[in-house]
């Protein structure tokens, strides 16, 4: 095996590979633009954690692409090698050579570094993805008849992931996914989450803009001041603090406090209630 024959072999291997991901980037841009819209948009309504299993289907489509591209080079360069793909590159000098080489594994270290780290935000969303599928059914089993759960609320502070709402008022339930660990415990403090197996804090600053927003685009649209609750969501995680004036701390198990967890100040009239189930229809049709 000489220097000769390791070059032609992967420069075949290599520039076939790079034919292969643009012919696979391609189609995945033509497939996005030539795919029709959603049929029946306007009565289908967003589903628990809908953004998250759409990034976990980009991430898998990214990393089957980056899997099979080195698969493709693996294979082509065996056939090259056995082929004596170096006579394709007579007296050329050894310099240019190792440069190919350099080049190539410059090349599978960024690759393997973009497949790395889709892997670990693979792992990261698949928990957002199931801490907000196990409260959004939650939502919808402790429901009263009279209330309806929305999921995916966007703002023009960002997205809420549920929001409950009915004659006894509106709860914005948004949820923090974190690894549970055995017997681990989760106290809020002002605007932060302190775990039990960890020394730094979550804040929630973002949490309370979106729900503080969400409540301003009601009373726009109302005309008068309505009440939005916070509930914060830890799904995994035993709360030892359940409430203070401004959220309420819940897990899967503890969420049905919500349903308690009010007072006269957050009663709605049956014309705003229709109001805003209205403007929440408008706001979650159709799938992004």
């Given at each position: ?54 990034e ?38 050894r ?16 690759a ?11 792992r ?67 605007n ?8 730094d ?13 969400l ?23 035993d709360i ?7 959220h ?11 349903t ?27 799938v992004?």
């Open positions: 095996m000489t220097i000769e024959a390791i070059s032609g072999a992967a420069a075949v291997a290599l520039a076939s590979t790079i034919v292969f991901l643009l012919i696979a980037r391609s189609w995945q841009a033509f497939g996005r633009i030539v795919s029709p819209g959603q049929r029946f948009a306007d009565s289908i309504m967003h589903e628990a954690a809908q953004r998250f299993r759409a976990l289907q980009r991430l898998s489509s990214d990393q089957a692409i980056y899997m099979s591209s080195g698969l493709v080079f693996v294979m082509l360069f065996m056939v090259a090698y056995t082929f004596r793909a170096q006579e394709l590159f007579p007296d050329y000098p310099w240019q050579m190792y440069a190919l080489l350099v080049a190539l594994a410059a090349a599978a270290a960024v393997a570094w973009r497949l790395g780290g889709s892997l670990i935000r693979r990261s969303i698949r928990l957002l993805h199931d801490a907000n599928v196990a409260i959004g059914h939650q939502l919808r089993q402790i429901a009263p008849g009279t209330s309806r759960v929305y999921h995916e609320v966007p703002t023009t502070a960002g997205i809420v992931d549920h929001v409950l709402i009915g004659q006894s008022g509106v709860y914005a339930v948004n949820v923090v996914a974190r690894r549970p660990v055995r017997n681990g415990t989760v106290l809020l403090a002002e932060e989450l302190s775990f039990s197996n960890a020394e804090t979550l804040t929630i600053v973002d949490t309370v803009a979106r729900t503080k927003r409540e301003k685009e009601f009373r726009q649209l109302l005309g008068h001041k309505v009440r939005v609750r916070s509930v914060i969501a830890v799904p995994g995680w030892e603090s359940q409430a203070n004036e401004n309420l701390v819940v897990n899967e198990r503890t969420l049905a406090m919500l308690g967890w009010k007072d006269q100040r957050d009663y709605l009239m049956n014309e705003d209630v229709d109001a805003l189930l209205a403007d929440l229809t408008a706001r979650c049709s159709g992004a």
